[in-house]
């Protein structure tokens, strides 16, 4: 019997990506060793840097810190724009935050698209491994101190994070990000996709943008624009916030608009 491979679901999703500028500069400076006289400065910044980014992460904000950068995801709500704005605005804050502190400064670009949903296999079997450790000791088998120790052992030896794989989205602000000024992407920047709105030539009341930025690069599209100011908004509802949320998006994307 033939089994037919179980088909690919794709998601409307966002991405927020900061990168610190200047970085790599600061550590080719100490000779990419970190006991390097020079190497304080970059460790001490990317300390502080992480410290901000988990002081912004939240279970509405969830990010992912590599080294300099971090990635802040979330999915479109299916029927509200309400969490894409949430989204946007901490993105923004966040960004903010790091401007205040740092004192050479980050890029962000934020970003929508899709992602095909990920695998939680190896989440699953620590899931699993946890489960099977609880059962014995609620059986009777072993003792709570043996449980204990079991529990310490349990580990995910390869760490993954399923929102962020297949994730298009994610591609497509870390590429935009990483093009610097031969793209017209420049230094001290928040930028946003303006894929998030129902009509790229309106811009809400709610949000404040520069000149927008047509970019091209590895067969992806975006126009973007630097954010200047976001404000507080009281209703959520399409006509005030002038964003998508996902069955506006999937509508769009089966009528063949690629984004």
């Not at 870390?174 to 009509?199: A, K, P």
Request: hydrophobic letters at 35%.
């Amino acid at each position: 019997m033939r089994i037919r491979p179980r088909p690919i679901i794709a998601r409307a999703t966002m991405i927020g990506w900061i990168d610190l500028l200047g970085y790599g500069g600061q550590i080719a400076e100490a000779n990419f060793d970190p006991k390097h006289p020079r190497a304080k400065t970059p460790i001490n910044r990317l300390r502080k840097f992480h410290k901000i980014v988990r002081e912004h992460s939240s279970s509405k904000f969830r990010t992912l810190t590599i080294n300099d950068g971090a990635a802040a995801y979330r999915d479109h709500h299916k029927v509200s724009p309400k969490f894409a704005y949430d989204f946007i605005r901490q993105c923004w804050k966040l960004f903010k935050a790091v401007q205040e502190q740092d004192p050479i400064g980050a890029r962000m670009v934020i970003a929508t698209g899709q992602r095909a949903m990920g695998s939680r296999a190896g989440i699953e079997q620590v899931q699993s491994d946890f489960s099977k450790i609880l059962n014995r000791f609620s059986n009777g088998e072993i003792s709570l101190d043996e449980a204990h120790e079991k529990a310490q052992h349990v580990q995910r030896y390869s760490d993954i994070i399923p929102q962020l794989q297949s994730n298009y989205a994610f591609s497509k602000a870390y590429i935009i990000e990483e093009s610097g000024s031969t793209y017209n992407i420049q230094g001290q920047e928040c930028y946003i996709d303006l894929d998030f709105f129902i009509n790229q030539e309106t811009n809400p009341t709610w949000i404040t943008t520069d000149t927008p930025v047509y970019w091209e690069k590895k067969g992806l599209t975006a126009t973007v624009a630097p954010i200047k100011s976001i404000n507080k908004l009281e209703k959520y509802t399409p006509s005030a916030t002038h964003l998508l949320y996902e069955k506006r998006k999937i509508d769009k994307i089966r009528k063949g608009r690629d984004w």
